[in-house]
């Protein structure tokens, strides 16, 4: 089993920035993948951003050059800095873990308000 806690979050005015951060606990194998989703009122939960153990990062067309993920393994732990932040960032966000085969484990999502 596997614990996500999320942290950060917020309201913020377009054009600010905002830090999320995420610490794993419980049973964490070496391999893992680290990141965001974030689903918007009526939407779908789409990908954010990812980062495996290795440090390889992928990030959603709409975030790049804005958001940054990254991650400290010692702690188990996953960040996303978002910056030049829009009014369509407004969501929830989820941190989740994807380890072997298994299905992902989901943080408790955290809501990030931008204002216009």
């Known amino acids: 089993q596997v614990q996500l806690v999320e942290s950060g979050g917020g309201l913020v005015q377009a054009g600010g920035s905002l830090s999320l951060s995420c610490a794993a606990s419980?049973?964490?194998?070496?391999?893992?993948?680290m990141g965001w989703y974030r689903q918007a009122p009526g939407s779908q939960r789409e990908l954010v951003a990812s980062?495996?153990?290795?440090?390889?990062?992928n990030y959603e067309e709409s975030v790049k050059g804005r958001f940054t993920v990254s991650r400290d393994n010692a702690k188990n732990t996953v960040y996303l800095q978002m910056s030049s932040l829009k009014p369509e960032d407004t969501a929830v966000y989820y941190c989740?873990?994807?380890?072997?085969?298994?299905?992902?484990?989901w943080g408790q999502g955290t809501q990030v308000t931008v204002s216009s």
């Open positions: 419980g049973t964490i194998f070496h391999g893992n993948v």
């Open positions: 980062i495996t153990s290795g440090g390889s990062t």
């Open positions: 989740y873990i994807r380890q072997g085969f298994s299905p992902n484990y």
